[in-house]
T-cell receptor, first 111, second 114 residues
Framework: LAKTTQPISMDSYEGQEVNITCSHNNIATNDYITWYQQFPSQGPRFIIQGYKTKVTNEVASLFIPADRKSSTLSLPRVSLSDTAVYYCLVGPSGGYQKVTFGTGTKLQVIP | DSGVTQTPKHLITATGQRVTLRCSPRSGDLSVYWYQQSLDQGLQFLIQYYNGEERAKGNILERFSAQQFPDLHSELNLSSLELGDSALYFC?????????????FGPGTRLTVT
């Protein structure tokens, strides 16, 4: 599995756009990039997944440059309820391999 | 609600004991994953089953074992419990049709070993 590097923590004010970047320099050709959100004492929740360029859903956007060595999760106009840990995962399709969540990025939204 | 259920929600037991955690995956999901999350360790992958067969193994101790039954529910057995086994244990499931890393997590079982 490709190793990922994310900031340990980030702070943002309510209403701001938050961008969390994940580095994955050794990403393989068949790897997808997936982001999860976890609130305290709850299981992680799937947010978004992409392979290249830009993916958008009702919750977030995922930007992936052409070389795919990094990705950026964008959360528009965050609220206090977006305070959570965000994990970036990189791995091949099929999900038959070990899954490593890493330490994630702890986002604190400030009123 | 992810559709994944886990029982019990809380479990308190003594060192040296054995416990069984149960997980029912989402309807139609064939893969089940088990994770351990403690305060100082983050989310650690333990083991994965696919349609009854073990598919991937992570940092699972020899004192721990798991299995997936024909009805696709899974059980994680923890034996000779130690204080350090106190943690949140999550089960997740995924569908082979998604073909990607989209896992659905249950609410977890909080294990406290005293």
């Amino acid at each position: 599995l490709a190793k990922t590097t994310q900031p340990i923590s980030m702070d943002s004010y309510e209403g701001q756009e938050v961008n969390i970047t994940c580095s994955h320099n050794n990403i393989a050709t068949n790897d997808y990039i997936t982001w999860y959100q976890q609130f305290p004492s709850q299981g992680p929740r799937f947010i978004i997944q992409g392979y290249k360029t830009k993916v958008t859903n009702e919750v977030a956007s995922l930007f992936i440059p052409a070389d795919r060595k990094s990705s950026t999760l964008s959360l528009p106009r965050v609220s206090l309820s977006d305070t959570a840990v965000y994990y970036c995962l990189v791995g091949p399709s099929g999900g038959y391999q070990k899954v490593t969540f890493g330490t994630g990025t702890k986002l604190q939204v400030i009123p | 609600d992810s559709g994944v259920t886990q029982t019990p929600k809380h479990l308190i037991t003594a060192t040296g004991q054995r416990v069984t955690l149960r997980c029912s995956p989402r309807s139609g999901d064939l893969s089940v994953y088990w994770y351990q999350q403690s305060l100082d360790q983050g989310l650690q992958f333990l083991i994965q089953y696919y349609n009854g067969e073990e598919r991937a193994k992570g940092n699972i101790l020899e004192r721990f074992s798991a299995q997936q039954f024909p009805d696709l529910h899974s059980e994680l057995n923890l034996s000779s419990l130690e204080l350090g086994d106190s943690a949140l244990y999550f089960c997740a499931s995924s569908s082979p049709s998604s073909g990607k890393y989209e896992q659905y997590f249950g609410p977890g079982t909080r294990l406290t070993v005293t």
